[in-house]
């Protein structure tokens, strides 16, 4: 069982940037593609980005995309998500999650293990 946990979410202004961790526990981190969601009030949770167990490959969606970047430590078995020019739109809880494989999908199906979420709130 992978536990993840979520930190960084807040409150920030438009324009602004927010850095979000989540720390894996367990031995296998390194052989899980991990991604990021978000959910905002009354929408479905969406994808946001991916990335592949080594890093070498990664995913985001067109909204954030330019934007937004993940990567990952598998020394520290943690992956981030360094969030620039926020967006009020960008406003939702962020959830991690993992994925018992070494490619990286989009889909919130493909995904066995999730945090808890943070919260992220931009204002205009």
């Known amino acids: 069982q992978v536990q993840l946990v979520e930190s960084g979410g807040g409150l920030v202004q438009a324009g602004g940037s927010l850095r979000l961790s989540c720390a894996a526990s367990?031995?296998?981190?390194?052989?899980?593609?991990m991604g990021w969601f978000r959910q905002a009030p009354g929408k479905e949770r969406e994808f946001v980005a991916a990335?592949?167990?080594?890093?070498?490959?990664?995913y985001y969606a067109d909204s954030v995309k330019g934007r937004f970047t993940i990567s990952r430590d598998n020394a520290k078995s943690t992956v981030y998500l360094q969030m620039n020019n926020l967006k009020p739109e960008d406003t939702a809880v962020y959830y991690c999650?993992?994925?018992?494989?070494?490619?990286?999908?989009?889909?919130?199906?493909?995904?066995?293990?999730w945090g808890q979420g943070t919260q992220v709130t931009v204002s205009s």
């Open positions: 999650a993992g994925r018992r494989s070494v490619v990286a999908v989009t889909i919130t199906e493909g995904y066995d293990y």
């Open positions: 367990g031995r296998t981190f390194s052989s899980y593609a």
């Open positions: 990335i592949n167990y080594s890093g070498d490959r990664t």
